[in-house]
């Protein structure tokens, strides 16, 4: 079977309230990945960018990188393992078709100068371009980086260093998406004390961000594990039967608008599992009419929820 294109859209079963994308669900299916059970952390939500960077990490320490450039209709996907530090699969999608970017016999180790002014690359290459875990040296022979690369993008997991150190000293541990601190990661100051332990978003850190469903949405998801608040609007995904919050570092607050998730011929579940500072929830008239199963619980429950 040629695999260089393969329509993956149309071989996803997308649960209701999953927060990756569908390319990003078929792909880790098809390496044997239970979504279900091993997704851990995820960055996803809808800027309004043109173009919009997810960040995915499961265990124990694979990690998924996605780039979207909404205005041609392009997904490019970078999988990584932090264990092997190896890449094992990139893809780009094109209206809905998938090709194969990478291929690991094509894989070497060199040294590669980056650009005239001396910065350089000494690490896992494809066709002349990092591809795979490496080292970035900047124009003064100082460690920049080290982690995964994709031609000219840190992906998946990386390190920055400080440059102004005697010593090789990190600055950031943590989640990449396409050069952005995207996802959970630790920021250290130049004497290795950790000052930050959390989520970034487009390399910012988001300890207070918020979420907010338009009211009237019905299909479109606008998502952040991240979260510190999330607020779904009015009268939204009244069709689902489905709400589903699992390891929610971050979330403090929930709020759902009215008639939110109301359709009566459902016999629906709403699951809030490993939100440890989630400390208010608020649910609007007329939301869950259909819901008959309510699931509140930590992962040092040892009982059943409900």
Not at 15 to 36: E, Q, R, T, Y
Not at 264 to 291: A, E, H, N, Y
């Amino acid at each position: 079977m040629d695999m260089s294109y393969v329509d993956w859209k149309s071989m996803l079963h997308l649960s209701v309230n999953s927060p990756m994308s569908k390319n990003a669900i078929c792909l880790c299916n098809s390496f044997g990945i239970d979504v279900v059970t091993s997704f851990r952390r995820c960055v996803d939500y809808d800027t309004g960018k043109r173009i919009v960077c997810d960040s995915y990490c499961y265990e124990p320490k694979l990690f998924v990188a996605v780039r979207k450039n909404l205005e041609k209709s392009k997904e490019t996907m970078v999988i990584a393992n932090l264990d092997t530090k190896h890449i094992i699969g990139i893809y780009e999608t094109v209206n809905g078709n998938t090709r194969v970017l990478f291929f690991p016999s094509m894989v070497y180790s060199d040294i590669i100068d980056l650009n005239s002014q001396g910065c350089r690359w000494e690490g896992d290459c494809q066709e002349g371009k990092p591809c795979g875990w490496g080292r970035y040296y900047d124009e003064s022979n100082r460690l920049s980086y080290e982690g995964f690369r994709y031609d000219k993008f840190n992906v998946c997991y990386g390190t920055y260093y400080y440059k102004d150190t005697v010593n090789e000293q990190p600055k950031y541990k943590g989640q990449m998406a396409f050069n952005y601190k995207h996802g959970y990661g630790k920021l250290y100051d130049r004497t290795g004390a950790l000052v930050y332990d959390g989520g970034y978003f487009y390399s910012e850190q988001c300890e207070n961000i918020t979420v907010t469903v338009p009211d009237g949405t019905k299909q479109r998801q606008y998502h952040n594990t991240m979260m510190a608040h999330y607020a779904i609007g009015k009268m939204c995904y009244m069709e689902r039967s489905k709400l589903e919050l699992i390891d929610y570092p971050c979330l403090e607050t929930l709020d759902i608008g009215g008639m939110s998730y109301s359709s009566f011929q459902m016999s629906g579940s709403m699951r809030i599992i490993d939100c440890p500072r989630l400390r208010k929830i608020t649910i609007s008239v007329s939301s869950f009419t259909g819901f008959n199963v309510l699931e509140l619980k930590s992962e040092n429950d040892d009982g059943d929820g409900r």
